[in-house]
């Protein structure tokens, strides 16, 4: 089955820092990844997209790239803010016929001034 | 509407009470989905409609779950009989397609309704 896997949180970093997220994913044929976004009190919001290997998601200065060859789409950004400070989470579906999406479990982001 | 509108936000059902929670997904969207989010974790499917259709129920923890989307816009989850371990936020996300759609069909989320069972 489909799933996916991403670095345990809390990530705690100054602000200007760089950020790696870590996400790999298990899924049969070519899923679309997804890294979704929770400020708090909110609920989840796209934060950026790709459909097919190579191609690059970007989206408020964040970036990541779908790796299948290493079956990963880690997210990053070259300089976090405090407004950056949320739960992020990778996620995939499987192209080709009826197919749910299927979450990470979420990584936390403090970023401290 | 603008967004996806759940209600109640907020609710606390003693052990053993029922309980509805409603979504209001975006006017048009064919897809509906309920997921069930505990905490610290991520979303987990519960159930997805396409329009009044159920076509999966996999997600549903046990018989004490039902949804419903009877004229396809406004769909219900009910809960039988509350447990602790269903204390939980749960999710509604809709989209424009149905899911045989083939292109990377983005979800729209709702705030949630956090559920506290005593």
């Known amino acids: 089955g489909n799933s996916v896997t991403q670095m345990e949180g809390p990530v705690t970093l100054s602000e200007e820092a760089f950020l790696t997220i870590n996400c790999t994913y298990t899924?049969?044929?070519?899923?679309?990844l997804f890294w979704y976004v929770q400020y708090p009190g909110e609920g989840l919001q796209l934060l950026l997209k790709a459909t097919k290997a190579d191609d690059k998601g970007s989206n408020k200065g964040f970036e990541a790239t779908y790796r299948k060859e290493t079956t990963s789409f880690h997210l990053e950004k070259g300089s976090v803010q405090v407004s950056d400070s949320a739960v992020y989470f990778c996620?995939?579906?499987?192209?080709?016929?009826?197919?749910?999406?299927?979450f990470g479990t979420g990584t936390k982001l403090q970023v401290i001034p | 509407g603008a967004g996806v509108s759940q209600s109640p936000r907020y609710k606390v059902a003693k052990r053993g009470q029922d309980v509805a929670l409603r979504c209001d997904p975006i006017s048009g969207h064919v897809s509906l989905f309920w997921y069930q989010q505990a905490l610290g974790q991520g979303p987990e499917f519960l159930t997805y409609?396409?329009?009044?259709?159920?076509?999966?129920k996999s997600g549903l923890p046990s018989d004490r779950f039902f949804a419903e989307r009877p004229e396809g816009s406004v769909s219900t989850l009910k809960i039988q009989r509350t447990q602790q371990e269903d204390s939980a936020v749960y999710l509604c996300a809709s989209s424009l397609r149905g899911m045989d759609f083939s292109g990377a069909n983005v979800l729209t989320f709702g705030a949630g309704s956090r559920l506290t069972v005593l």
């Open positions: 996620a995939l579906r499987n192209g080709g016929g009826y197919q749910k999406v299927t």
């Open positions: 409609f396409q329009n009044e259709a159920q076509l999966d």
């Open positions: 899924a049969t044929g070519y899923p679309s």
